[in-house]
């Protein structure tokens, strides 16, 4: 089953009623200082999200069955380790606001590595999140992927890393409504 919420301008997230049914979900600009409720929805496998509240990645911890993760516009997030507890994610996005480009603005994160952690892990995107210290053994990690795209990341650094390791640099899958 797939629920959305949109733009909804709550503080406080709903409850969310037959939690057990959910496996996918996007929430999209909505004004939520939490995104709690998540926890409760373990069966969740796809989850889309525009606008994260949160400092970190802990509401998605007993969200162990989670495969597709997209989130755009993760302003609060440094810190990456608790992403590494997603053991069946196979494919994440993590982007700046597109109108972030215009002006050159990126996410920095500590490190990448809590993200070789992930043993499913196949499709990467990472566009306007870099680690603090951008070089190619921060990309050296994913050497399991079968695809990785990256922006805001030195052209010197891509070139190395695609001509080192059989990764493409095809886009992910794309987020797929639950039935």
Not at 13 to 32: F, G, Q
Not at 111 to 132: D, I, Q, R, S
Request: glycine share 2%.
């Amino acid at each position: 089953m797939h629920i959305e919420f949109m733009r909804d301008k709550s503080r406080d997230m709903p409850i969310i009623e037959n939690r057990l049914e959910i496996t996918s979900m996007t929430i999209w600009h909505c004004s939520y200082l939490s995104f709690s409720q998540l926890s409760k929805c373990t069966n969740l496998e796809q989850l889309n999200v525009a606008t994260l509240p949160e400092g970190d990645f802990n509401f998605l911890l007993k969200c162990n069955s989670l495969k597709f993760l997209s989130i755009t516009h993760l302003p609060n997030i440094s810190n990456l380790d608790s992403l590494s507890g997603l053991l069946e994610l196979e494919t994440l996005s993590l982007s700046t606001l597109p109108s972030w480009d215009a002006w050159g603005k990126k996410t920095f994160v500590h490190t990448l590595e809590p993200l070789a952690k992930l043993p499913k892990l196949k499709f990467l995107e990472l566009f306007g999140v870099l680690p603090e210290a951008v070089s190619l053994e921060s990309l050296s990690i994913f050497q399991h992927l079968e695809s990785a795209r990256f922006s805001k990341y030195p052209k010197k650094i891509l070139n190395q890393f695609y001509k080192q390791f059989e990764v493409s640099d095809n886009c992910a899958p794309e987020f797929e409504i639950a039935s």
